[in-house]
């Protein structure tokens, strides 16, 4: 089925251990987002791309890091995790403008750092 | 203060009443959302609108750019419309804000 993958669903987490949560869309899309959202408060944006080899931070991009070598992947990379990363991470794809058309998102990945 | 507010916060509804949930934005915009996610986490996108209003089966989402507020209706509510709905703003400069959402509980 067309939409966007991410992977792990679930992952725990040391302090100071690193990993990355994979996204990939195949509906095509531009633009790809990653999201964190923290309990009872609404997403923040970490970071986002416009196209393959182009990429900007977005609100917390702190302590993350992103690549988007192909159109489809775009892996978000947490170095030495932090408990302050204890997050639901979605991912997101959209054709062109958000504007346009809208997001599609992703599962979610739940990590817990320890 | 947020730039994107939602009222209300939790919203509890008998199946079958008329939901309003409400959204006020303090930004420019291009485009405002409608979120829904379910308790299973699932994000889908229900609207995206810069003027005026949208229907898509019993939902209905309009936007007044000149008061910066926009509402999605609910008609003829049921249990499966459970969930948090979640109210987003996006400009041209790729700027997106969230608000916190509004969960809503339709009982049978």
């Known amino acids: 089925n067309a939409g966007v993958?991410?992977?792990p669903k679930f992952r725990i987490l040391k302090i100071g251990q690193s990993m990355?949560?994979?996204?990939?869309?195949?509906?095509n899309h531009n633009y790809m987002y990653w999201y964190r959202q923290d309990p009872g408060m609404g997403l923040k944006l970490i970071y986002y791309s416009v196209g393959a080899g182009i990429t900007d931070k977005g609100e917390v991009p702190n302590g993350y890091n992103v690549s988007r070598s192909t159109t489809e992947d775009f892996p978000l990379r947490l170095e030495l995790a932090a408990p302050s990363q204890t997050s639901v991470y979605f991912c997101a794809s959209s054709s062109l403008q958000v504007r346009d058309y809208g997001y599609t998102f992703g599962s979610g990945t739940r990590l817990t750092v320890v | 203060k947020n730039e994107v507010e939602q009222s209300p916060q939790n919203l509890t509804a008998q199946e079958g009443e008329f939901i309003t949930i409400n959204c006020s934005y303090s930004v420019g915009i291009s485009a405002l959302h409608w979120l829904q996610q379910h308790p299973g986490g699932g994000i889908v996108s229900l609207f995206m609108l810069s003027s005026g209003k949208k229907k898509h089966g019993r939902l209905i989402a309009t936007i007044?750019?000149?008061?910066?507020?926009?509402?999605?209706?609910?008609t003829a509510s049921h249990p499966r419309d459970s969930a948090v709905y979640i109210c987003a703003v996006s400009n041209t400069g790729?700027?997106?804000?969230?608000?916190?959402?509004?969960?809503?509980?339709v009982i049978p």
């Open chain 1, 5 to 7: 993958t991410q992977t």
């Open chain 2, 94 to 105: 790729n700027q997106f804000y969230f608000g916190t959402g509004t969960s809503l509980t």
């Open chain 2, 64 to 74: 007044n750019i000149q008061e910066k507020h926009s509402s999605l209706h609910i």
């Open chain 1, 20 to 27: 990355t949560l994979q996204c990939t869309q195949d509906m």
